[in-house]
């Protein structure tokens, strides 16, 4: 057999048994143990529809339309991160990711003599419900349900203890059924004596809900 003949019959000897440790389709594996995005995140969701999130906090100059930046960062984490595909059309969409801006608050941590500010801090807060819209289940929902009930604490979901025994106990009030979202919080400290502003730390804030709000789109173990 010639040289490079042999070379290549080698060479594809060697990669055969990586090819059946690896998968052929989708998701990779390892001794029966996945790779990549599929490890971490839903293989039944295709897609994501991502509206631009709603800002209910005081908006002024420069946090008028801070919305569309933090729309925009989710977006771009969601397609560099997971395996989801992100949809402008709802009708196509397997799940919807609604995020509301409630609270943007700057605060001065530090001054110069002359008044000025040596350090600041960004604290930005957003609401996010994320809905299976197949079927509409909330796959934002906390884990695990209702936190427990500390001994010795009331539950405010139990009926009340009536002082006459007599008087019945008044029916339990309808649950709405509206989704509870999660409160994502992020931080962003700038240092100006450093070059630091204020928006680099809006930009800091926006890329840490981000993450934070990807890594709540991880499938539950």
Do not use: H
């Not at 490079?4 to 143990?33: D, E, K, M």
């Not at 996945?34 to 971490?40: E, P, R, S």
Request: glycine share 8%; hydrophobic share 40%; proline share 11%.
């Amino acid at each position: 057999m010639p040289a490079p003949t042999r070379r290549r019959f080698l060479r594809l000897a060697a990669l055969a048994p990586l090819g059946g440790l690896l998968g052929c389709r989708g998701t990779p594996s390892v001794l029966g143990y996945k790779l990549g995005a599929g490890a971490l995140y839903d293989e039944n969701i295709k897609t994501v529809y991502v509206p631009i999130f709603v800002n209910r906090a005081f908006q002024t100059n420069p946090y008028r339309g801070f919305e569309n930046d933090i729309t925009k960062a989710v977006i771009d984490e969601i397609g560099r991160t997971t395996s989801f595909r992100v949809t402008s059309d709802p009708a196509r969409a397997d799940t919807e990711l609604l995020g509301v801006v409630s609270q943007v608050y700057k605060g001065i941590l530090n001054r110069t003599q002359q008044n000025q500010v040596r350090e600041g801090e960004l604290v930005v807060n957003v609401d996010v419900v994320w809905r299976d819209l197949r079927d509409g289940t909330i796959l934002s929902a906390p884990r695990g349900g209702r936190p427990p009930v500390p001994p010795g604490a009331i539950d405010p979901n139990s009926p009340p203890v009536p002082f006459d025994p007599s008087i019945p106990v008044p029916p339990v009030a309808c649950d709405p059924g509206q989704p509870v979202p999660v409160r994502i919080t992020a931080t962003g400290r700038f240092i100006p004596e450093l070059g630091e502003t204020n928006t680099s730390a809006m930009n800091m804030v926006q890329n840490r809900i981000a993450v934070q709000i990807v890594s709540m789109m991880e499938k539950r173990w």
